[in-house]
């Protein structure tokens, strides 16, 4: 279901739980909330910058580029922030015509994620509007599974890819973006095993041609990341925040048609396997 979209369009360095157990509420509401990445010319992964980098699935977190599909730099120096995984995709944030505080009938070129998080904020409601019976997951599905993608942003966000409007629109999917294993998401393990987390959302998701049974089970609903193991130290895989029992499964191999496993497990209350 969906019942609402929230535009946040401020950055801060300070984890605040009282702040994400709210946005985890509106998630449970069935509300999308829509954060700006930051502006200060960082890799969100390793030095995250709040909402955008709380680990919770009805976020969507945009950066920014300008009118050349280039990461956009700001003319006070700086540029848009990034991250593979703390990031979704971008959106036009240099140059931007807005209203502004001076008066009921200012306006200036303005700059920035707090101008590129509005274009996916005014986006998602578009497609709400067209496509009323949608969840807030379908939604966000179809919105990053119809984007394009530039160089740009190539490794720096999960799509690796700018927002497209009229792609969505038109779209007849609502499968994830990382739904087939040639899509899949690159998952960065920190070289200093923390916690870490990457946020995944199967619905609508499909069996791909030659993929395999993982864990001895029926492969569709599966969704995709791709990851370099480290050479040494134990790795602990979970699926903390499923409400149903998943599998899980680890592969190596480069096409869904020659995986060889080399460890799978059904995760239940949110268990895994090292």
């Not at 279901?1 to 702040?19: D, E, I, K």
């Not at 449970?28 to 010319?41: D, E, L, M, P, Q």
């Not at 609508?204 to 995709?224: L, M, Q, R, V």
Request: charged residues 10%.
């Amino acid at each position: 279901f969906f019942n609402g979209l929230l535009n946040s369009s401020w950055a801060g360095s300070g984890f605040s739980t009282p702040l994400y157990e709210a946005i985890q509420a509106s998630a449970n509401a069935g509300c999308i909330f829509v954060a700006g990445a930051g502006n200060t010319s960082i890799d969100i992964d390793s030095a995250p910058r709040y909402p955008a980098a709380y680990a919770l699935g009805n976020i969507i977190s945009v950066a920014a580029t300008d009118r050349n599909d280039a990461r956009a730099n700001w003319n006070g120096g700086g540029s848009s922030n990034v991250g593979v995984m703390g990031v979704d995709l971008a959106a036009p944030g240099k140059d931007i015509y807005s209203s502004y505080h001076l008066s009921d009938n200012n306006y200036a070129l303005k700059e920035g994620t707090s101008m590129a998080a509005p274009h996916v904020t005014g986006a998602m409601a578009l497609l709400k509007a067209q496509f009323p019976a949608e969840s807030y997951q379908q939604l966000i599905n179809r919105l990053l599974s119809n984007t394009d993608s530039i160089t740009s942003f190539a490794g720096l966000s999960q799509t690796g890819a700018r927002l497209n409007l009229h792609r969505s629109l038109t779209s007849t999917s609502t499968a994830p973006p990382n739904n087939s294993f040639a899509n899949s998401f690159t998952f960065v393990v920190p070289y200093v095993f923390t916690s870490f987390t990457a946020v995944g959302n199967n619905v609508d998701a499909t069996e791909e041609t030659g993929e395999p049974n993982h864990a001895g089970n029926y492969g569709g609903k599966s969704i995709w990341w791709s990851w370099t193991a480290p050479s040494s130290s134990p790795v602990t895989m979970k699926t903390r925040g499923s409400s149903f029992n998943t599998l899980l499964a680890v592969y190596t191999g480069t096409s869904v048609s020659s995986l060889s496993v080399v460890a799978s497990n059904i995760v239940r209350d949110s268990c895994g396997f090292a």
